[in-house]
């Protein structure tokens, strides 16, 4: 009988140490846990958006602009979805003057389908590159020719972001709203004396990571 209580008692034990061991490795497999970024990346809008149609929480699908690396080696490829969410959203209605779309960013998609998460705030709104047309209006910041096709990320632990397309690109230092006219931002919050907030496919976002 002790000799049976002593096999059960060494079985119960090795199955301890197989579940304790294998912990740390579920962790490492679920890749961004440790990961950071810190600074500021450009993406750009996987779909219009229009705060008319939008409410609170509804998520707002980016993509980056180009490569990013951070600080500790990990490589974030080109045309990585970036997903916020509104913070708030309304139209432009008789008790108030102003239409206003609030967007706050969650989490970037890494290497093998997973996601790290991120504190983002909107730092700069600007055209779609890609679309030709003259600039019209500017508040804050400023544009830059990116005929080389890249522009050097600022912050700490990003690298350089390669443009897509040749057009006119935020510089990654823009601050405000540049070339879209009846735009305002502040605290990552866009407002607007129109009807709506409304920004097309491929509009350009400076998104700064805290």
């Known amino acids: 009988m002790n000799r049976l209580a002593m096999v059960l008692t060494f079985s119960a034990?090795?199955?301890?140490?197989?579940?304790?061991q294998s912990a740390p490795a579920t962790q490492a497999d679920s890749g961004a846990s440790g990961k950071s970024m810190h600074g500021v990346i450009s993406v750009s809008l996987a779909k219009s958006i229009d705060s008319k149609k939008l409410k609170e929480g509804d998520e707002i699908p980016t993509k980056t602009l180009g490569t990013l690396r951070t600080s500790d080696g990990l490589t974030?490829?080109?045309?990585?979805?970036?997903?916020?969410?509104?913070?708030?959203?309304?139209?432009?209605?008789?008790?108030?003057p102003t239409a206003?779309?609030?967007?706050?960013?969650?989490?970037i998609e890494v290497a093998g389908g997973k996601d790290m998460a991120i504190k983002g705030t909107l730092q700069a709104v600007g055209p779609n590159p890609n679309e030709s047309?003259?600039?019209t209006g500017a508040a804050g910041g400023n544009n830059m020719n990116a005929g080389n096709g890249s522009t050097a990320a600022a912050g700490t632990g990003l690298g350089p972001q390669a443009a897509h397309g040749g057009g006119k690109m935020l510089d990654p230092h823009a601050t405000g709203v540049v070339g879209i006219k009846n735009l305002q931002l502040d605290n990552s919050v866009l407002t607007s004396?129109?009807?709506e907030v409304k920004l097309d496919q491929g509009s350009q976002m400076v998104i700064k990571i805290e």
Request: glycine share 16%; with cysteine; hydrophobic share 35%.
């Open 76 to 96: 974030i490829p080109s045309g990585s979805k970036v997903a916020g969410h509104v913070t708030q959203a309304t139209a432009r209605s008789k008790g108030d």
């Open 193 to 195: 004396t129109g009807k």
């Open 100 to 107: 206003s779309l609030g967007i706050a960013f969650d989490k």
């Open 13 to 20: 034990f090795a199955i301890a140490v197989c579940v304790g």
């Open 133 to 135: 047309g003259p600039e």
